[in-house]
């Protein structure tokens, strides 16, 4: 039976969100409101307005277990309304809270690191032209060579990029259970893991896309690697 939704479940979500904002001591994020959705479009981290060169074309996806923060806003999965009571949310906000705002500056510095190989390639694209003429046309030996490459670095970087947010985000989890309680947290994963709440597209998988989707380099962990990553940590 799933537990009511109302207003006031999401008004004590909410304030839950902004007790773990001080306690965290996060300025990012300052929310006023929950909602429910399943993607949104990418925005500026300042406001709910949609970056314009990706708006219409790239999306951010809410998945089941984890939680979303704009600006002024906590974006829940639709998949999981009404299925859990506002006191579960506290571990599952505390461990999106950091990865989005605490291990965010070791976030990106990761995707810098791992974008590595499409910028060599990139490099490799800039000396195929340079070394083309009008007259001869590219090299058809190094146009083979710089396509496989392409579609070779792409794989690369996307795998290492899935495999590196992966590992983040389980390390969220285990300063989340530092903060919450292990207990907590891991009492609500596996109440999840009962209810079904599982995040189809998780895993080293290449997951969903719309036209396009930065979930599709962006891994996150299954409800049983979670659970295993707690298990793990609390032994350690």
């Known amino acids: ?5 109302s207003a006031t479940d999401e008004q004590d979500i909410l304030t839950i969100a902004q007790e773990l904002i001080e306690q965290l001591n996060i300025s990012s994020f300052k929310p006023v409101s929950v909602s429910w959705a399943e993607d949104l479009p990418w925005t500026n981290v300042d406001s709910e307005k949609p970056v314009p060169e990706l708006a219409g074309f790239v999306k951010r996806d809410i998945p089941v277990g984890w939680c979303v923060f704009s600006w002024d806003r906590v974006i829940l999965p639709t998949e999981m309304k009404g299925k859990l009571g506002p006191e579960e949310w506290r571990p599952l906000l ?65 795998f290492l990029v899935k495999w590196f947010t992966r590992r983040l985000r ?21 109440k999840m893991k009962t209810l079904g709440l599982v995040d189809t ?31 793990r940590t609390s032994k350690g």
């Open 94 to 158: 505390a461990s999106s809270l950091i990865y989005e705002a605490r291990l965010s500056l070791r976030r990106n510095i990761g995707f810098i690191f791992l974008s590595t190989p499409i910028t060599i390639d990139a490099v490799g694209w800039w000396e195929l032209f340079a070394v083309s003429t009008p007259a001869s046309g590219i090299p058809a030996l190094l146009l083979i060579i710089d396509i496989a490459g392409l579609f070779g670095t792409l794989l690369l970087s996307g």
């Open 201 to 231: 597209y998780a895993g080293l998988t290449w997951g969903k896309g719309y036209p396009f989707s930065f979930e599709l380099m962006n891994g996150r962990p299954t409800l049983a690697e979670r659970i295993t990553n707690l298990n």
């Open 170 to 190: 389980l390390r969220a989890d285990t300063l989340a259970a530092e903060h919450v309680g292990r207990e907590t947290l891991e009492r609500v994963l596996e």
């Open 1 to 5: 039976m799933e537990a009511p939704n």
